[in-house]
């Protein structure tokens, strides 16, 4: 059975459908995204990692070398340099949970089509709460589960975006106190 498309709708056109497929493109582009961001970031990781290596061969070179100002100082630069990779390695944890975050999109992207794509689903309330439950007990932050409830009780993104930066903030100084 072919179905018509929102350019050439007929009797068979649903909207239903059509959501369906501009979720899966949203998949497929935040799917992608992350393939090209990961090869890239590998690379970068990959690179930063092997300067750290080739750094510590250089001090240790230096290091047997007969003591003097120049040779003083090149070792004092190659703690700093190995100082700023380790820094930048640590950094790429950044893109780990930016990864994360974007595979719970997509999955949850795909949940939604899956329950839009399925009319006992699309109509039955106690499957859109166990989806929705689903998807909060995803998140790791608290800060996360703060912003997800809150456009739940009808807040605006930018209310909830602000509500996500405060509890994340709250929760940043938590850390910081047990140190």
Not at 19 to 34: H, N, Y
Not at 93 to 108: G, I, K, M, W
Request: hydrophobic share 40%; net charge negative; charged share 20%.
């Amino acid at each position: 059975m072919t179905f018509s498309a929102s350019s050439q709708p007929d009797l068979g056109w649903s909207q239903i459908r059509e959501t369906i497929k501009l979720l899966t493109v949203s998949v497929a582009q935040v799917e992608g995204s992350m393939k090209v961001g990961d090869e890239s970031v590998n690379a970068l990781a990959s690179s930063f990692t092997n300067m750290v290596g080739d750094m510590t061969a250089i001090y240790e070179i230096l290091s047997e070398l007969q003591s003097s100002e120049s040779r003083d100082h090149a070792l004092m630069r190659c703690e700093a340099t190995q100082g700023t990779m380790n820094a930048a390695i640590v950094a790429f944890q950044f893109y780990d949970r930016l990864q994360q975050c974007l595979q719970h999109v997509s999955d949850n992207l795909k949940g939604l089509s899956a329950i839009i794509d399925t009319p006992h689903r699309l109509y039955n309330p106690a499957e859109w709460h166990k989806f929705q439950e689903s998807i909060r007990s995803q998140y790791t932050m608290e800060a996360e589960k703060v912003m997800f409830d809150a456009i739940h009780q009808g807040k605006s993104i930018d209310e909830a975006l602000a509500l996500f930066e405060q509890a994340s903030q709250q929760s940043d100084e938590a850390e910081i106190e047990l140190f």
